[in-house]
């Protein structure tokens, strides 16, 4: 059965776009490529957590079609590497335990983005302004995880080995940013982004999970 495993992905992302004029009024279009980090929540960190110690590198590129002063379309790809390690953490049952993964992640994404006060960029003529925006919509990932069971054996390592996994996972993409306009044609920016993914293996790893460390052997908790 899915079930949905949050990850960060997109962390810290600063942005820099080209904007096209229309008309010497508004951009209809714009066109941008980021560089920032992808980070990860899920079963080979402790619960609720995320470390600095598995933030990887992350780029992607995107084009925008702005319906309004205020509110535009974005279809965007973006790619980073997720990693997780029990190692990282100052718990004896993980240490023992060991596991660890690697996935590198690419997801295709159709957003909504609403700017509320981008208006303000046109108002009497153009204006340089700092501006927040949120964004949400949906994206389809791919994913191929490689998970490290530390030369253990049990029999939910076993169904984890020999599980069919979908290396197409389906997203539910939100987040904020704030922009800033250099220019009429460079806009500089930073956004951070959350995204679920409604699949159980992003990290390769689900019925061995379900297990506990016990006498430094694996048993089922």
Same mark, same amino acid.
């Given at each position: ?13 600063? @942005?820099?776009? $080209? ?8 951009? +209809? ?8 980090? *992808? ?7 402790? #619960? ?7 933030? =990887? @590198? ?7 079609? =702005? $319906?309004?002063?205020? %509110?535009?379309?974005?279809?965007? $790809?973006?790619?980073? +590497?997720? &990693? ?7 718990? !004896? ?17 159709? $957003? *909504? ?16 302004? @700092?501006?927040?925006? !949120?964004? *949400?919509? !949906? ?5 191929? #995880? ?5 030369? /253990?054996?049990?029999?939910?390592? &076993?169904?984890? /080995?020999? *599980? ?6 389906? &997203?539910? #993409? ?9 220019? /009429?044609?460079?806009? %500089?920016?930073?956004?951070?982004? @959350? ?24 048993? !089922?908790?």
């Amino acid at each position: 059965m899915y079930v949905m495993r949050i990850f960060y992905f997109s962390l810290a992302m600063f @942005l820099c776009a $080209l904007t096209t004029p229309v008309l010497a009024q508004e951009e +209809k279009w714009e066109g941008g490529f980021f560089i920032g980090a *992808a980070n990860y929540m899920g079963d080979v960190v402790e #619960p609720n957590i995320f470390t600095l110690k598995e933030t =990887n @590198l992350a780029f992607g590129f995107n084009i925008q079609h =702005n $319906l309004s002063q205020t %509110l535009g379309l974005k279809l965007g $790809l973006i790619s980073g +590497k997720l &990693t997780g390690d029990d190692a990282n953490f100052d718990n !004896v049952d993980r240490k023992t335990r060991a596991f660890s993964f690697e996935n590198r992640m690419t997801e295709l994404s159709l $957003l *909504a983005q609403w700017e509320p006060f981008g208006a303000k960029r046109y108002e009497g003529g153009f204006h340089k302004i @700092l501006s927040p925006y !949120v964004f *949400a919509g !949906v994206g389809l990932g791919f994913s191929n #995880p490689t998970a490290d069971f530390n030369n /253990r054996t049990s029999a939910g390592i &076993t169904a984890d /080995r020999n *599980a069919d996994v979908q290396q197409s996972i389906f &997203t539910t #993409p939100v987040g904020v940013g704030l922009r800033y306009d250099l220019s /009429r044609q460079w806009v %500089l920016g930073a956004e951070i982004g @959350l995204r679920p993914a409604f699949n159980d293996y992003v990290d390769g790893i689900s019925e061995a999970a379900n297990q506990v460390i016990t006498t430094g052997m694996l048993s !089922v908790g």
